[in-house]
Structure formats: structure tokens, C-alpha cells
């Protein structure tokens, strides 16, 4: 047997440990994702056999855990809007404008430094998040605009959230202009453009797809975020305008039931699987919209 075909028995081997280690690491995340569905599921179904899936998706009062009780999601739904809309308003344009000032103006140098010092804002604690919000926004909030707020309220929550997810934005949509090829630029300059039309007109619609992509996770992020909304935000579902008063999100209320004394396989109970199972399908919703977007955008450089 020749020393050559000998080399390659241990390296066909790795290779072949390595693909398999690989799409087992791919198998237990698709697993992982469909036992928290079937939960999820199963849990549901038993709360929608006492409650109508009707009046669960239509009606406007939320109050499982008082008498008389209503079971209408749309004021935990219309809060976690109300918050994510609030937050994507702060953190889209500060994101983006950070994202092109990295990519298309700042030197080398300026980069390296501001990079990941912008990026420790996603290091922090979503409960240290919450409190800022609680004892520093809104005091600041009442003294200076709006005296008229209460303590918890929606548009603090959702300021303090969209400072969260800015590094996300920013982080992910430079690295998507930087993929942007120098050449677009350069042509771009030669036909006189100035640096703002360049950054605009050029690098970010090539960079269209990957924006889209970090916007979309911002979204799910912010869908999902739970200390912020239930430290600041406050407990009362309702579906309203007004930024100054308190709301309650999902994943605040399922915060709520789960810190309290629900009995075991109650109807208030389930209710944490059944507002838990109506987040994951908006989320996927969001995530099946971002993925067609991007896919539509997409670009091969």
C-alpha cells in the first residue's frame, strides 16, 4: 500500500467525524426548536378546548387572573407592537447613521476604537436596561416633557429597548456595507458623486439585503425581550395610543404568571403557553417576511 493513500485514511477520517459532529450540531437545533413547539402545542390545545380560539384572537380584554375573566390577547399583542415600534424609531436610524458613519467615513483607527465600545451596549444586562428605565428615563421624562406621565409606561420601555438592540443593527448593517465591493465606490466617485451619495445611493442599496436581515433581527429581539418591558413598561394590557401610560407585553404577562402562585394545568395556567405559542408564531412570521425580503435583495459580489 503506497505511504500516500495511507496520509489520507486519517484525514478522510477527520473529515468524516468532523461532517458528522457538524450536521448532529444541526439536528439537536431542529430538534430543540420543535420539542419547545410541541410544548408549546400541547399545552395550547387544552386551553383552547375551554377557551374560544375565537374570541382568543378577537376579543379586546385580558384579564385571565381576575373575575369576571376575559381571555382577548390583543392588548399583550398591541403592547408588544406598541414597545417594538417605539424601539425600532430609536434604534433604525441610530443604527443605521452608526453603520454608515463606520463603514464610509471613520479612518481605520476611529473604527477599531468605536466598534466595541458601541458593542458593549449589547453586553448589558436586560434587567440593569429595565431599571435605567424605571429610575432615570422617566424621572427625566416627567421633569422635562411629559409631567403628565405615570411611573410605568410604554415609551420609556420602548426607548430604553431600542438602545438595546442599536448595536445589533449597527453591527450587523456595517458589516454588510463593508461587503460592498470598493469598486462601486470608486466608480461611483468617478463619475463625480460626493461621499453621501456614494454612502447612500450606492453602498447602502447594494448593502440592502444584509440591512433588511439586521433590521428583521432587531425586530425578534425586541418581540422577545422580557426585563425591560416588565420592570418599566408596567402590568396593565390595554390597547392604546398613548405612549405615556402603562401597557403590558407578552412576555411580561408570562413573566408575571410564572413568578406567581398559578396552580399546576389551570386555565391561568395554560394561558402562559397559549400568549408563549402566539409570540413564537409572530416571531416566525417576522422571520419568514425578513427572509423573503432578503432573499428578494440579495446580492452576489
Known amino acids: 500500500m503506497k505511504k500516500t493513500e495511507i496520509r489520507k485514511r486519517p484525514r478522510r477520517l477527520n473529515e468524516w467525524v468532523i461532517e458528522k459532529l457538524l450536521f448532529a450540531s444541526a439536528i439537536v437545533s431542529v430538534f430543540t426548536t420543535l420539542a419547545i413547539l410541541a410544548v408549546l402545542l400541547f399545552e395550547a390545545v387544552g386551553f383552547f378546548q375551554v377557551v374560544s380560539i375565537t374570541e382568543f384572537f378577537t376579543a379586546t380584554r385580558w384579564t385571565p387572573l381576575l373575575e369576571p375573566k376575559h381571555f382577548g390577547i390583543l392588548p399583550l399583542v398591541w403592547g408588544t407592537v406598541l414597545t417594538t415600534i417605539t424601539a425600532l424609531c430609536v434604534a433604525v436610524p441610530i443604527g443605521l447613521g452608526s453603520a454608515i458613519f463606520l463603514s464610509e467615513y471613520a479612518p481605520e483607527r476611529l473604527r477599531r476604537i468605536v466598534k466595541p465600545i458601541l458593542e458593549i451596549l449589547a453586553g448589558v444586562p436586560t434587567v440593569v436596561y429595565g431599571y435605567f428605565a424605571l429610575t432615570f428615563v422617566t424621572p427625566f421624562l416627567q421633569s422635562t416633557l411629559f409631567p403628565q406621565m405615570i411611573v410605568f409606561n410604554a415609551l420609556s420601555a420602548g426607548l430604553v429597548m431600542g438602545i438595546m438592540i442599536i448595536p445589533m443593527i449597527a453591527s450587523l448593517s456595517e458589516d454588510a456595507m463593508l461587503s460592498v465591493p470598493q469598486s462601486f465606490r470608486e466608480g ?25 436581515a439586521s433590521f428583521i433581527l432587531a425586530i425578534s429581539r425586541a418581540f422577545g425581550e422580557t426585563m425591560i418591558v416588565s420592570i418599566a413598561g ?64 440579495w446580492k452576489r459580489y
Open 188 to 212: 461611483a466617485y468617478a463619475l463625480g458623486a460626493h461621499k453621501h451619495e456614494v454612502a447612500i445611493r450606492i453602498v447602502v442599496p447594494s448593502a440592502l439585503s444584509g440591512i433588511v
Open 234 to 297: 408596567g402590568s396593565t394590557p390595554k390597547l392604546t395610543l398613548n405612549l405615556l401610560e402603562s401597557i403590558q407585553t407578552m412576555t411580561a404577562y408570562i413573566t408575571q404568571v410564572s413568578l406567581g402562585e398559578t396552580p399546576y394545568g389551570s386555565i391561568e395556567y395554560r394561558t402562559i403557553f397559549s400568549v408563549g405559542l402566539t409570540l413564537f408564531l409572530m416571531t416566525l412570521v417576522v422571520n419568514l417576511v425578513g427572509q423573503w425580503v432578503a432573499k428578494h435583495y
